[in-house]
T-cell receptor, first 116, second 115 residues
């Protein structure tokens, strides 16, 4: 597709369950980002992948959160043993490269996670 | 630490009028990039306008323009001839040239354009 694609669009899960959120970046984009947006708040950086480099995981809030990117394209964000405070919109974004100017960041529509 | 502050949680404007959204930021870097993103109810973040810190000329994109004051670390967004479709949450964002990876976002300003 032409844009960043995320699935599922909405997910309701029970507390304690694991969830996986998927992101398919724009073709040819080497950089991929995950952000979290809690209700009424700004975006919180989670993790960043750039090519074959080690990901920048400095934004992950706990060890229950992990992400991988297979083949330099699709990424999966996994939240284990979900808690109610994990309820948020998880936004994925991609850009052409790591350089700030050449890499304008394009966002997907997000996955809305609700933990009940 | 980088911080971005948007002091106006909500704003409203009449259709066809002009509105200015405020943003200030804090950094010790000299080279960086500033962005305004729009988030309509569809949730998708849409880039509105961007500014390189080393450029003195303010960026413009059709009805959108910025007032970039580097010394004051201020980056406001002006929307001229407001349209109903401009109703959205607007986020100011900052990205250092050296860090390369992350955008730091402000808390957002909810703009409502009234008919």
């Amino acid at each position: 597709g032409a844009g960043v694609s995320q699935s599922p669009s909405n997910k309701v899960t029970e507390k304690g369950k694991d969830v996986e959120l998927r992101c398919d970046p724009i073709s040819g984009h080497t950089a991929l980002y995950w952000y979290r947006q809690s209700l009424g708040q700004g975006l919180e950086f989670l993790i960043y992948f750039q090519g074959n480099s080690a990901p920048d995981k400095s934004g992950l809030p706990s060890d229950r959160f992990s992400a991988e990117r297979t083949g330099g394209s699709v990424s999966t964000l996994t939240i284990q043993r979900t808690q109610q405070e994990d309820s948020a919109v998880y936004l994925c974004a991609s850009s052409r490269g790591s350089t700030a100017w050449g890499g304008t960041i394009y966002f997907g529509e997000g996955s809305w996670l609700t933990v009940v | 630490a980088q911080t971005v502050t948007q002091s106006q949680p909500e704003m409203s404007v009449q259709e066809a009028e002009t509105v200015t959204l405020s943003c200030t930021y804090d950094t010790s870097e000299n080279n960086y990039y500033l962005f305004w993103y729009k988030q309509p109810p569809s949730r998708q973040m849409i880039l509105v306008i961007r500014q390189e810190a080393y450029k003195q000329q303010n960026a413009t994109e059709n009805r959108f323009s910025v007032n970039f004051q580097k010394a004051a670390k201020s980056f406001s967004l002006k929307i001229s001839d407001s349209q109903l479709g401009d109703t959205a949450m607007y986020f100011c964002a900052f990205r250092e040239e050296t860090s390369g990876s992350r955008l730091t976002f402000g808390e957002g300003t909810q703009l409502t354009v009234n008919p």
